[in-house]
């Protein structure tokens, strides 16, 4: 193999594993004080339409089952947070993102659930439901989902 090759293939190789290195951990995402989130998780744009996807699908984020967005083609949409329509004006980017990764940094009250989050979580245990998870749970979504929701959540302007 040529020098020149095998240099452009480690380089390749480095630079596609520094890219999957850049992803930040759920227990590694630094919120600013306002529950704001600046840097992307995985260092790549979003996909509007995957978010949109993301937020319209049961078994991924599943966003209309709580709150309504007038852009999704979805039977049911809930009423239990707030309408999302308009959110890419009301929001900033790094708000949005920290309100998806963990809404309780912005919300502390809300009944939301940690789109990013791997822990604490408070359970009432096998004493009180018989049914406690395990210790560790994956998060609900992973990094480049968070990032698609944002994307979507962006395009969502007033009318």
């Known amino acids: 193999m040529n020098r ?4 452009a293939a480690l380089a390749a190789t480095f630079t596609a594993s520094a890219a999957f290195a850049a992803e930040t951990a ?13 840097a992307s998780l995985t260092g790549q744009p979003g996909d509007p339409s995957k978010g949109a996807e993301v937020a319209s699908t049961k078994s991924l984020g599943n966003c209309v089952s709580c709150h309504v967005v007038s ?32 809404a309780k940094h912005t919300f502390e009250g809300t009944v939301m659930p940690g789109m990013y989050k791997t822990g604490p979580f408070i359970r009432p245990g096998d004493g009180y439901t018989g049914k406690a998870a395990p210790a560790d749970l994956p998060p609900i979504l992973n990094a480049q989902q968070v990032e698609d929701v944002v994307a979507f959540l962006m395009t969502l302007k007033e009318e």
């Open 4 to 7: 020149h090759v095998a240099w």
């Open 26 to 38: 759920p227990m590694d995402v630094k919120f600013d004080d306002a529950g704001g989130v600046e």
């Open 71 to 102: 852009a999704l083609d979805a039977s049911f949409q809930g009423n239990i947070g707030p309408e999302l329509n308009g959110a890419g004006d009301r929001w900033s980017e790094a708000q949005l993102r920290g309100i998806v990764i963990d």
